[in-house]
């Protein structure tokens, strides 16, 4: 009689030959999603860690190619012929988007800060475009010029917004001498995986350096209009009080929505600061005893970046609840290929 090892489980379960996945969870009463129980919604996917398997057909609407090739494996369709091992996973963690190419227009396009442009895109051709909030994608404004920017809308909103730091690369460069209202932007994406986890219920960190900025303000505003009513904290990191912008977007969020704070934290103010000042993760260390039950998003430069992920994880927030997205410029990341 074969065996089911499932991680995280001490004793594995006892399967029939020929007997699925699925059919042998239930039948143990393991909690597990499921709807169809044919192959066509890809509610019950597991990950498949090894073992003798033979897999029933199912529509790719339930089980992607590239998903069945990181060894996703829908548990209503996998029979078991021998000892079998497979981890049940979150399905947050599964989220697909199908990946777009739009043509788009400038239709906004301000200056929210001295090195910061905002750009507000309408979509001409191409949509619909799904992505999950706190995603990026790749703006091409002309040929051979494209870099990565995090969307900072919510997803279904009408117009697309971005936040280009103005870093003195060629990208940045373009945007500040460059382009105008009316312009045509090509995006491509959605991309990365720092996304809202919109199953977790409980408290919701959202720390931001510069730009990070855009992601975070993406996530509270999804969560937000979703009608989530856990506290949600949003921390934001800039230098000095120049650097500070969308202070008002930020505050009438947190006018609306009770749930909803932001603190504005200046790393390096030029003169006595009416504001918090000290580096953004001292912030947080000084606020937060505990991350007990809380899931952690993280944007901003590198050293940032790291320094949260350190703080969080050695005050014991597991890493699943951390998603961090780590903002690389492109002669940093030019520097790296180098390396
Ligand atoms: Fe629908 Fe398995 S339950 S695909």
């Not at 199953?199 to 505003?221: D, E, Y």
Request: with cysteine; glycine share 8%; net charge negative.
């Amino acid at each position: 009689m074969p065996l089911i090892h499932v991680e995280d489980r001490a004793a594995p379960l006892a399967a029939e030959e020929g007997e699925t996945i699925l059919a042998a969870l239930k039948r143990h009463g393991l909690p597990a999603a499921y709807s169809c129980e044919a192959g066509n919604c890809g509610t019950c996917k597991v990950e498949y860690l090894g073992g003798e398997i033979f897999e029933l057909d199912h529509s790719e609407y339930a089980l992607s190619p590239a998903l069945r090739a990181k060894n996703i494996v829908l548990a209503c369709r996998t029979q078991v012929w021998g000892d079998v091992a497979i981890r049940q996973i979150d399905a947050d963690e599964l989220v697909e988007h199908p990946s777009r190419l739009l043509t788009t227009r400038v239709v906004a396009l301000d200056a929210p800060a001295h090195d910061v442009r905002r750009l507000q895109l309408a979509i001409r051709a191409g949509g619909p475009f799904d992505f999950s909030a706190g995603q990026y994608a790749r703006l091409e404004f002309a040929r051979g010029i494209a870099r990565d920017y995090s969307m900072a809308n919510a997803p279904g909103d009408e117009l697309l917004e971005f936040h280009v730091r103005l870093t003195g690369g060629e990208g940045s460069r373009f945007v500040a001498e460059r382009l105008a209202v009316g312009d045509q932007v090509i995006v491509e994406g959605p991309k990365g995986a720092s996304y809202w986890r919109e199953r977790h219920r409980g408290p919701m960190l959202l720390v931001a350096g510069g730009t990070g900025l855009a992601p975070m303000l993406s996530i509270a505003r999804a969560a937000l209009a979703a009608g989530r009513t856990e506290p949600m904290r949003l921390y934001f990191g800039v230098r000095a009080e120049r650097d500070v912008y969308m202070e008002d977007a930020l505050a009438e969020l947190a006018a609306r929505h009770p749930n909803f704070a932001f603190e504005i934290v200046l790393s390096d103010p030029a003169d006595a600061a009416s504001r918090r000042t000290g580096l953004v993760t001292a912030a947080v260390a000084q606020d937060w005893p505990s991350f007990a039950g809380c899931k952690a998003y993280v944007a901003g430069p590198p050293p940032m970046v790291a320094a949260a992920t350190a703080l969080l994880t050695s005050r014991g927030l597991p890493l699943r609840d951390l998603h961090a997205d780590a903002f690389i410029t492109e002669a940093e990341r030019a520097a790296l290929a180098a390396a």
